[in-house]
């Protein structure tokens, strides 16, 4: 009797309590708004292909991007690993029949509904136009769009977040099995701690700012406004004191994704594991430092910006000790090349490029060149959509038998990952130098000295449309066709990999004691 | 959980009123520049005792302890770094602002 | 099995993991409310003398014997806590009754001296009928002051609620005991909106009371 036998009507699922189902709630709710902010992508790059503005008005375009931004940061990534493989995962991994508070669980997930509805409300009525910043004075003061309705949907879906994040942090402190020390938790719930530490102390400064934004926009009263005494640059402050951290938010756990699939496809153990989690809380703390670098031009204390330029390199110290720690791993590994492989080893190949260009925008005088530029597009994209999209993906990969008991068709998922390592890299590759040449963002038309290195871009992201859209077929054909997966079919580590595929209601059959540390792989045994 | 005595509680509350009666007796005379630390410090006095008795982090464990204290520490990067770009930040008043 | 069977260790076990959870959620108050005391620092900062010369327009009366009310609910609400723990039944319920009570003659205070602002035109917006010395900073201030205040406010709101439903389950109960941990983090709940006040009152009603 597994989980997904444990009942089958509607109610079953819309009102469980498992974390295992929560996990797939919202796994499905993502992956429609993954779609809608697809769609959005879509029409920008097909936008793009022509200098001109043929395809869609300024007002359209500057609509399009909002809600490309506002629903892939807060809908699609933010919750991406953490409430679906997350959910899913840290019980499971940490010897826990549920988390600790499986009600807030369920509530977060209809919190979230709850903010997507706004969402989809304010596209139906026509969208809004400040793209995902809010900054002030233009959305207080300027915008004639439904910037209230977004900020709301925003505002509420936070809460889902601040759930997620305390039921984690709870569940790990105080849930873990006998022998389940600090030091012998795998990764990836040591990312989704310091994950869950950066969405409790960030996301209700977010909450509050946004509430203050539209309290000025309704009655004309607030603190951002010079004419009203306030500051604009305050909203900045505030808005990327949550804003920065989030993105650790993101590329976080597809770090520790990430280190769960090269060490069982390496067959050896994490090199320097402690350094490993001590990286993860290093940059979920040095994330909070650093803000200031998005304001590096805003108007903002040329001294402050000097304090944030520095403290901004410093986050590349965890960062690197974690791409080398997972080279080092691969090192006389016995690497197989299997479709989660492909993808977490695209996420380090793609996650060190969009790391080193953050460097280069860090740099106080490079910055000003490159600030709302092209490049500055395709630094983050390379850090959320070659990093934390692809991890997703790998980490769907690997754990799709524990999670629906089938095996997805392998050679079709490696042909996908391959064409999305592709697709990404002729899209968001080109934008780099759009940047560099100094294409400004946030345009629908542009000088027709850019049209080449524009249309390549739209090329690869109509590759990367059909690399996406594979992962859907192949899954949803897996599920009905798919060959029964075995409880452990990659002959991995891990207390999830314990347990039968997929998992009973509880979890486990008999409790599980841990008596060493995790990733206990030997490259000289082979992978089946 | 073990609790702490009741008299701990009234000791606490007469503690608190004899606070409020200062900071507002103190906040009558004037202390220039230190009125606002004065009556800050009272208001970090009270919450202190509130959340160490009232509250038992006085025998509470590390842990909630740490997550009593990190709302404080992050706090403290919002306002020093953002107090950072205030403290000395050059403005350049537009010609038609008001002073 | 019935929970109030469930052993020392147990208990101490569930009750640990209730308080951390409600620590955590007090942590993320903590922030919401920073992002105010963020913004009040600013105008503050930026004209001292035209934020002392708003302050002279609350009512430092009521808001001093506001405070007092509300020390005092804490009281009761720490003795209501002890009593779930002791399992004394009529005890909790007459504790939480008086924590309610104190909270909603807060809320009466508070909207009596809503009332007052609002008759001398010190709401911000179309209403705000001051227009003396310093009036930007006036209306800064009254705005921080109706935003602060008034979300403080809500979270009273939801704790009187709270402790409301908490004393007429406790009335149905055999055994108090069953709702311990949910009234531990209540109380914590309940000073943590205590705490939050604290803060509010010098920063509102205590700025320039001196001649």
Redesign the interface.
Same mark, same amino acid.
């Given at each position: 009797m597994s989980y997904l036998t444990e009942g089958f009507s509607l109610r079953s699922w819309l009102f469980t309590k498992d974390h295992k189902r929560i996990g797939i709630l919202y796994a499905i709710a993502i992956t429609g708004f993954f779609f809608l902010g697809g769609i959005a992508a879509t029409l920008i790059r097909m936008e793009l292909a022509t200098p001109a503005g043929d395809l869609v008005g300024a007002d359209t375009y500057n609509k399009l991007f909002t809600l490309h931004g506002v629903v892939m940061v807060w809908f699609f990534l933010i919750p991406s690993i953490p409430s679906t493989l997350g959910n899913f995962l840290v019980p499971l991994m940490i010897g826990a029949r549920e988390v600790?508070?499986p009600r807030l669980n369920i509530l977060s997930w209809w919190i979230y509904v709850l903010g997507g509805i706004f969402v989809v409300l304010t596209l139906v009525l026509g969208g809004v136009d400040t793209g995902w910043t809010f900054y002030t004075p233009y959305s207080t003061m300027f915008s004639n769009s439904y910037v209230v309705m977004a900020a709301a949907g925003v505002f509420v879906v936070g809460f889902s977040s601040?759930l997620t994040?305390?039921n984690f942090?709870?569940t790990i402190? #105080?849930m873990r099995a006998p022998g389940m020390t600090w030091f012998r938790m795998p990764l990836f719930v040591w990312s989704q701690y310091a994950t869950s530490l950066i969405l409790?102390?960030?996301?209700?400064?977010l909450?509050?700012?946004l509430t203050?934004m539209a309290?000025e926009r309704l009655?004309?009263?607030?603190?951002f406004d010079p004419a009203?005494?306030?500051?604009p640059l305050?909203f900045q402050h505030?808005f990327w004191f949550y804003s920065h951290p989030a993105v650790y938010i993101m590329v976080l756990p597809a770090m520790g994704v990430a280190s769960e699939i090269i060490t069982c496809f390496a067959r050896k153990r994490v090199f320097g594991y402690k350094f490993m989690a001590y990286a993860i809380l290093g940059i979920a703390g040095f994330g909070f430092l650093v803000w200031g670098h998005h304001m590096f031009v805003s108007g903002q204390s040329i001294y402050a910006g000097m304090v944030f330029s520095l403290l901004s390199y410093m986050v590349a110290v965890p960062s690197a000790i974690k791409v080398f720690n997972w080279t080092a791993t691969l090192y006389k590994g016995s690497i197989e090349f299997s479709a989660p492989m492909l993808y977490a080893l695209g996420f380090v190949g793609l996650f060190t490029v969009g790391g080193l260009t953050g460097l280069f925008l860090a740099a106080l005088a490079v910055d000003v060149h490159l600030t709302d530029t092209y490049f500055v597009v395709a630094h983050f994209h390379y850090i959320m959509v070659g990093g934390t999209v692809m991890a997703y993906l790998g980490g769907l990969h690997f754990w799709w038998p524990k999670v629906t008991g089938r095996m997805y068709p392998e050679t079709f998922a490696r042909v996908a990952a391959v064409v999305m390592f592709f697709g990404f890299n002729l899209t968001f590759f080109p934008q780099y130098i759009l940047g560099y040449l100094g294409m400004p963002r946030r345009y629908h038309e542009y000088s027709p000295d850019f049209q080449l290195l524009n249309v390549l871009s739209s090329a690869g992201a109509s590759i990367l449309a059909v690399g996406y859209l594979l992962p859907l077929v192949y899954f949803t054909w897996s599920i009905f066709r798919g060959r029964r997966a075995p409880p452990n079919p990659w002959h991995a580590k891990g207390l999830e990999w314990a347990t039968t595929s997929p998992p009973p209601k509880d979890n486990f059959d008999t409790m599980p004691e841990v008596p060493t540390v995790p990733y206990e792989y030997d490259p000289r045994e082979v992978a089946a | 959980?073990t609790?702490?005595a009741?008299r701990a +509680? $009234?000791i606490? $509350?007469v503690m608190?009123?004899a606070l *409020?009666v200062l900071?507002?007796a103190l906040?009558?005379?004037?202390?220039g520049n230190l009125?606002?630390a004065v009556?800050?410090a009272? %208001?970090a006095m009270?919450?202190l005792l509130?959340?160490l008795?009232?509250?038992k982090l006085r025998r509470?464990?590390t842990?909630?302890a740490v997550?009593?204290v990190?709302?404080?520490l992050?706090?403290a990067i919002?306002?020093g770094l953002?107090g950072a770009d +205030?403290a000395t930040r050059a403005t350049t008043p537009a010609p038609w602002t008001s002073p | 099995m019935s929970e109030h069977t469930l052993g020392p260790a147990e #208990?101490?076990?569930r009750?640990?993991?209730v308080?951390?959870?409600m $620590?955590?959620?007090?942590? /993320?108050?903590?922030?919401? =409310?920073?992002?105010?005391?963020?913004?009040y620092?600013?105008?503050r900062?930026?004209?001292p003398e035209g934020f002392g010369i708003a302050s002279r327009h609350v009512h430092?009366w009521l808001g /001093?014997f506001n /405070?007092?009310i509300l *020390? /005092?609910s804490? *009281?009761s609400?720490?003795?209501a806590?002890?009593a779930a723990?002791?399992d004394d039944r009529k005890r909790l319920v007459r504790l939480l009754a008086v924590t309610g009570l104190l909270g909603a003659a807060f809320m009466g205070v508070k909207a009596t001296e809503y009332f007052l602002e609002w008759k001398d035109g010190l709401v911000? %917006?179309p209403g705000f009928r001051y227009s003396g010395a310093h009036r930007?900073?006036v209306?800064?201030f009254f =705005?921080?002051y109706f935003?602060m205040t008034g979300v403080h406010a809500i979270h009273l709101t939801v704790g009187i609620g709270a402790v409301a439903w908490n004393a007429l389950v406790a009335r149905r109960e055999r055994h108090v005991t069953r709702r311990?941990d949910a009234i531990?983090a209540l109380? *914590?709940y309940w000073? =943590?909106v205590?705490?939050a006040w604290?803060?509010l +009152?010098?920063f509102f009603y205590?700025?320039?009371?001196?001649?």
């Open positions: 600790a508070f601040i994040g305390l942090i709870v402190h #105080r409790v102390l960030a996301t209700p400064v909450a509050m700012t203050l309290v009655w004309h009263i607030g603190i009203l005494g306030g500051d305050l505030l | 959980m609790q702490p009741a +509680y $009234w606490t $509350w608190l009123l *409020l900071t507002f906040a009558h005379v004037r202390l009125n606002a009556s800050l009272i %208001g009270k919450a509130v959340a008795v009232f509250m509470a464990s842990l909630l997550f009593a990190a709302g404080l992050a706090l919002l306002f953002s +205030y | #208990r101490a076990w009750s640990e993991t308080s951390l959870g $620590w955590v959620f007090l942590l /993320t108050e903590v922030m919401f =409310f920073g992002v105010l005391f963020l913004a620092f600013h105008v900062h930026a004209d430092e /001093t /405070t007092a *020390l /005092t804490s *009281l609400m720490a003795l806590v002890q723990s002791g911000p %917006g930007r900073t209306e800064e =705005f921080l935003v311990e531990e109380g *914590l000073h =943590f205590d705490v604290v803060f +009152y010098p205590l700025v320039l009371l001196y001649k």
